[in-house]
């Protein structure tokens, strides 16, 4: 990582081996191979390396992650499991695709690079429902993998302009009032569920730096029912224009001089 903060982007570290310790509100944490640990280079105290270690760092555009600033310090420093359930999934895809740094510049390291992004977002929104169960501790299991499942259907769907509460509920065999109650003891109600993973997916698709795409296809393909109609929404949501979001992503991801300045070394 860089010795100085870094305003635009945030690190993920995927541990490989050697003693690494996070701290974390005087929490003293030993990383085991595979585990990830988000981190700000202005915060580099939080991890405290041992000899002979090795970590990845991929470094991400803090607003592809989908949060606010508030919620992304929530999620700093803090440790994540690589042998078990999203944790496992997200460090051998990383890992993977480190593996594959040849690719960089082809058509299977754009989808690879976007994959991976789309994870890290479901990855935080993750840490931030699980702090926040853990803070309500509700003892609400059943509930809880019912709301699970729902969202894991409503990914699946999300293309479909036809999804609905009624749609969703009919799936699941509950009733629309009900799958309301799970949404709303959330903190949110379906429709608005369905409309913030929408967006999401439209702006990691319109800030793909290598491949232009309109949005009124981008629209279209996520269940907007008209361009205009998503561009109010969106700017709603992000306090900018489809456009004017697309630029700064693409900037976000452009590469710096150091960069450039690697590559020419190779």
């Known amino acids: 990582m860089p010795s100085t903060s870094d305003r635009i982007h945030v690190y993920l570290g995927v541990h490989v081996r050697g003693p690494v310790t996070v701290v974390r509100d005087r929490a003293k944490t030993l990383l085991e191979p595979n585990d990830l640990v988000f981190c700000d280079p ?14 990845l760092f991929f470094r991400v555009p803090r607003c592809y ?10 999620v700093l420093g803090v440790p994540v499991r690589g042998g078990q359930g999203l944790g496992a999934l997200v460090s051998d895809f990383l890992t993977a695709l480190a593996a594959k740094a040849e690719f960089r510049r082809s058509t299977v390291w754009d989808r690879r690079d976007r994959t991976a992004v789309n994870l890290l977002s479901v990855l935080v929104m993750e ?24 969202r894991v259907h409503i990914e699946e769907h999300l293309m479909d302009p036809d999804l609905s509460p009624e749609s969703i509920a009919r799936a699941h065999h509950i009733s629309v009032r009900y799958l309301q109650k799970l949404f709303q003891n959330d903190g949110s109600t379906v429709s ?9 997916f439209c702006r990691l698709e319109l800030g793909r730096a290598n491949r232009r795409v309109t949005m009124a296809a ?9 361009p205009s109609h998503f561009s109010r929404t969106f ?32």
């Open 235 to 266: 700017r709603g949501a992000y306090g900018m224009s489809p456009s004017e979001w697309q630029a700064l992503a693409t900037s976000a991801f452009a590469p710096t001089t150091a960069d450039v300045r690697d590559e020419r070394r190779r």
């Open 127 to 150: 840490l931030l429902e699980a702090e926040t169960t853990d803070e309500a501790d509700d003892g609400s299991g059943t509930a809880n993998e019912m709301l699970s499942r729902i």
């Open 218 to 226: 981008v629209a279209q393909r996520w269940g907007f029912s008209s």
């Open 192 to 200: 608005q569920w369905v409309r913030q993973r929408r967006l999401e």
């Open 42 to 55: 202005a915060r580099q105290h939080q991890l405290r390396f041992g000899e002979d270690c090795r970590m």
């Open 65 to 74: 992650l989908g949060v606010t600033e508030p919620e992304l310090n929530r």
